[in-house]
């Protein structure tokens, strides 16, 4: 049995899943994500969870097992609290800010950088330098964290550049003076 495949995933009160025509849908308070499966796989709602089953041992089976029942939790999960990723942007003159559906950030370029914000995902930015972006669907939450923070990785020398909050940056020593 697959370790995670086997976990029942809790759903909340405010939050409906259905499955027909190999679809399963999650509808909550904060919206509503649909994702298809594969038809080897079964659940069975049991009211305040969901047990999810295969039809065999088979290699590929017991890998989508254990994926599909993560990303049922991952829709339960987004529906009902959301996901977010905090990113700082760091360095001399780096700066974000929100203006509408665009994020404009000054990185050091000899021009502004707009990223436009998808639909579905929202982005805050302070004065701190700290860009928020939230939102009910773990992937486009953290494909567009990445892609923002694709615009300046962080440098090893000076820390300069756009991090996640919790990434931890190795710092290099620079030059030595020849003695």
Known sequence: MSRIGKI????????????????M???GPKGKLSQKYHPIIAFEDKGEEIVVSRANEEKQTK???GLYRNLLNNMVTGVSAGFSKTLVVTGVGYRAEVQGKLLSMSLGYSNDIFVGIPEGITVAADAA?????SGIDKQRVGEFASQIRKLRLPEP???KGIRYEDEIIRRKVGKSGVK
């Open 8 to 23: 029942p995933v809790k759903v909340p009160k405010g939050v409906k899943v259905s499955f027909a025509n190999e679809v």
């Open 25 to 27: 849908t999650v509808e």
């Open 63 to 65: 890998a989508f097992h």
């Open 129 to 133: 330098g700290k860009v928020t972006v």
């Open 157 to 159: 020398y000076k820390g």
